[in-house]
């Protein structure tokens, strides 16, 4: 698994950014432009993503334990671990399977409810995902996904890169998910956010996160869909530093 490391080696505080399904690490680089230098993060690419293009994407299960084994060696004091959709589900899954590992969480967009007809939208992925190669659907994909202009060649150029295996095996994942029991045992702080103008689901699954852990805090973003973090990376940004330097 590729990871991208930056910030101060030496900082008392680690902060792990999990990325969505269907982009990578560089999806956070708006983010990191605006965390203080003194931080160190840790950015991997997720199995089948990215420069980890060749990895397998078998589970959610196998990729948390793979993380946390990348955390031990790199960050054995553990880490506030922020994730964005897929890689927010990946956020609670470590919080409730290696608490140890985890100094906080911050989830964002995260699914916690099954999809109904998840058969019928992988059938539908599956047809569609040879698309994903051409440029002009990766483009419109990228519009959805609020991909700033910047970011946009990442993406056309990891859409290609992608697997057909792995989109419908991490896409299935994402479709499947639900709370963890081990979540509602996570004594560490938890910031659980939701845009506005995300689907319902969404909003419902953000309130079982947060209802389903005492002591997390719920935030719904203004303005807001299915992009927080591309969106407004200033506010992302900020509510990371404030949890790394314990913040209320």
């Not at 990191?32 to 060749?54: C, F, K, M, N, Q």
């Not at 419109?140 to 095996?169: C, G, H, T, W």
């Not at 998910?177 to 560490?188: N, S, Y």
């Not at 103008?197 to 953000?206: F, G, I, T, V, Y």
């Amino acid at each position: 698994m590729y990871v991208y490391e930056t910030g101060d080696a030496d900082a008392p505080s680690t902060i792990l950014l999990l990325h969505g399904g269907g982009v990578a690490g560089w999806m956070w680089r708006p983010t990191l432009e605006r965390l203080p230098a003194t931080v160190r993060v840790i950015v991997p690419d997720l199995p089948g993503h990215g420069r980890s293009a060749d990895e397998t994407y078998r589970s959610h299960e196998e990729t948390a334990r793979a993380v946390a084994g990348m955390l031990e060696e790199r960050a054995p004091g553990g880490a506030l671990v922020a994730g964005f959709s897929l890689g927010a589900q990946l956020a609670v899954l470590l919080a409730a399977t290696r608490p140890d590992l985890v100094t906080g969480a911050v989830v964002v967009s995260a699914q916690a409810r099954p999809l109904r007809f998840a058969r019928t939208t992988l059938g539908l992925l599956a047809a569609t995902a040879p698309l994903a190669r051409r440029r002009w659907f990766a483009r419109l994909q990228a519009k959805q996904l609020f991909i700033p202009d910047e970011l946009l060649p990442d993406y056309v150029r990891d859409s290609a890169r992608m697997s057909r295996e792995n989109l419908l095996a991490s896409v299935g994942e994402n479709l499947r998910f639900t709370v963890p029991a081990g979540w509602a045992g996570f004594t560490e702080p938890a910031l659980v956010m939701v845009g506005e103008r995300e689907r319902k689901l969404l909003h419902d699954s953000a309130r079982d996160l947060h209802e389903s852990l005492p002591g997390s805090r719920m935030t719904s973003v203004p303005g807001c869909g299915h992009g927080i973090p591309l969106q407004r990376p200033d506010l992302f940004a900020r509510a990371l530093t404030d949890r790394v330097q314990r913040r209320p």
